[in-house]
């Protein structure tokens, strides 16, 4: 058996549901009986997918983070290239709606980006290889199954992406500090990229310059910035908000 643990009952039934044969062998926390647990069960059974009810003890050795009682081993999922993605947007009719992530290198934060990515409609999810989280089992969790829908691509290098982005016409709005303009202020409805940065550091020199346009969120309390999952959540609200509008 070879690839990779996912757990928590959001992301073991995103890959039941979307991916079944990537399932290898799953692990249920004994003493749970609840419909729940049947209904993952009996489809494990029609896919003759092996699962084993185990003490919570061997759950925690296998994986770390909060398991809720169910793991998966599964095969390693196909990654998503730059050329994959761009093949995607040009045959689309709907206009491109991406979230590029430069820097966010905690798991906790990229999953729950992936998760509000996936509820407002993002078409895809873009981070550079070097110096970024990447979707480890606990991000998957922290996903809830989002990591399952939304393609994950990681390029070689951002910048040169970017700029092949906007040959495309996508226009690129990214967040910062000391812009002048307000994320109220920005035209979300067309073809668009929010592009996020590290917590701190916030986007790279080279990121920064191949934005079409930067936006800050008001602050009116005493903080001076957002955990940049909520900073990104914020925004693609926004963004949904003009798109459905």
């Known amino acids: ?21 990537r399932l290898q062998r799953v692990w249920i926390q004994t003493g749970r009986q609840d419909k729940r647990v049947k209904v ?25 983070g909060v398991h809720q009682g169910i793991v998966a081993a599964v095969s390693e999922s196909r990654e998503w290239t730059e ?13 491109p709606f991406l979230l590029v992530l430069d820097g966010v290198t905690d798991p906790h934060n990229l999953g729950a980006c992936m998760r509000t990515a996936d509820a407002v409609g993002v078409q895809a999810v873009i981070v550079p ?8 089992p606990v991000a998957r969790k922290v996903a ?12 070689t290098n951002l910048a040169r992406f970017l ?8 226009w690129l709005i990214g967040t910062a500090g000391e812009a002048k303009a307000t994320l109220f202020q920005a035209d979300f409805k067309g073809p668009v990229a929010l592009v996020m940065g590290a917590e701190g550091k916030g986007m790279r020199r080279l ?22 999952s ?12 003009q798109r459905l509008g």
């Open 83 to 95: 050329d994959d993605l761009l093949a995607q947007l040009a045959g689309q009719d709907a206009a």
């Open 129 to 136: 290889k070097d110096k970024s989280a990447s979707l480890t």
């Open 230 to 241: 909520v900073a990104t959540g914020v925004c693609l609200y926004e963004a949904l908000r």
């Open 207 to 228: 990121t920064r310059e191949h934005c079409d346009q930067l936006i800050n969120i008001p602050m009116l309390g005493h903080v001076d910035s957002l955990n940049v």
């Open 1 to 21: 058996m070879s690839g990779e643990y996912v757990f928590g009952w959001h992301a073991v039934e995103a890959v039941l549901k979307r991916e079944p044969e």
């Open 40 to 64: 993952i069960t009996d489809a494990l059974n029609d896919l003759g997918v092996r699962w084993q009810v185990v003490h919570r003890k061997e759950l925690d050795e296998r994986v770390a």
């Open 144 to 155: 809830c199954g989002a990591a399952e829908t939304v393609p994950f691509v990681r390029v």
């Open 163 to 170: 700029r092949t982005l906007k040959d495309q016409g996508v």
